[in-house]
């Protein structure tokens, strides 16, 4: 079923963006065909979801819960057979000597992610891939250039007050569905985990493969950063260019960043926004720049905090932050861009994710030791 799902999944996407031809081996460096493998609750859709839709749903969750019981034990075992290894002094794989982790290890530990988003989709919109990437995405933009704190160097998001800040309400179902990952391979830091965990999310939702490197450490409480240095959605223009700027971005990233509102959704219990921005909240596409130009938007009537909602489904949303991009003649010229060419925003949108997610770390290795990892169904 999940196969189908794919296969469908994949095609609409195609048939929905005939401009891009997904041309993989010119515009899409790092990119891996993919194969089917996902369900028809993560599947592409350009409007919004008939009833009728949902049976193959309920029909596919009962499948998961048929196999789930074998599941359990197969990881169960292969926990209890990764700590007997470090008991006795090594790492998974190895007999002896000092354990340092291999791109095979680190493509371990991205499986090991890519599966529990594929199996555990109990989450939100069929998958944990969005607040997965959220995760990354907050722990590595609180980085400040003039001081050289914050950044995903430390993972202080594990510690009050930083874990409590109001932007990173939420999280700690992110940072729960990783724990697991952390006692299968306690090696890696948890600064590594939750970055390479959004490289996996991404990669996972359908979009590009993004090169990644090891070398963060984690750090005590005493490292988290103050409150109010990640983006507030409520705000404008003016905002976005202090909040990235000091991070050392420009016009361009800032933009290229804000594409990754292609998945996910909002929720008056920890931002008090509501909804998502794009009908297919669980794959990353580009389609969050053409609704922003293509449909029209106005103020949402309701009680919770200012925002936008779509003249024709009434079921999207787009925050003032998120309007400030067409309202912007600088930022505007981008999101055209972007709207125009799924490869483009692809391209750019990895380099410069890559660019957040390295912020402040002091890597001994090189730029050309990143890593690129295999999406688990190809």
Known sequence: MASAAR????????????????KHATARPFFFPRKPGQQFRRAYASSPASSSSR????WGIGLLAAGGAGYYLFAANRGQGIQESLKEGSAPGTHTGIFKPSREDYQKVYNEIAKRLEEHDEYEDGSYGPVVLRLAWHCSGTYD???GTGG????????APEGDHGANSGLKAA??????VKQMFPWITYSDLWTLAGVCAIQEMQGPVIPWRPGRQDRDA??????????????EHSHLRAIFGRMGFDDREIVALSGAHAVGRCHPDRSGFDGPWTFSPTVLTNDYYKLLLDEKWHWKKWNGPKQYEDDTSKKLMM????????????????????????DVFYNEFRDVLVKLLELGVPF???EEDRMSFKPLNE
């Open 7 to 22: 296969v469908l999944s994949r095609t609409a996407f195609r048939s929905a963006h005939p401009s891009s031809s997904f």
């Open 55 to 58: 049976n193959g749903i309920y």
């Open 145 to 147: 250039k003039e001081t």
């Open 152 to 159: 995903s160097n430390g993972a202080t998001m594990r510690f």
């Open 175 to 180: 940072r729960d569905f990783l724990a697991p």
């Open 222 to 235: 005493a490292a988290c950063t103050p409150d109010g240095r990640l983006p507030d959605g409520s705000k």
């Open 319 to 342: 925050l003032p932050t998120d309007m400030s991009l067409i309202q912007d003649k600088e930022f505007r010229k981008h999101v055209e861009r972007y709207a125009k060419d799924i």
């Open 364 to 366: 001994t290795s090189k």
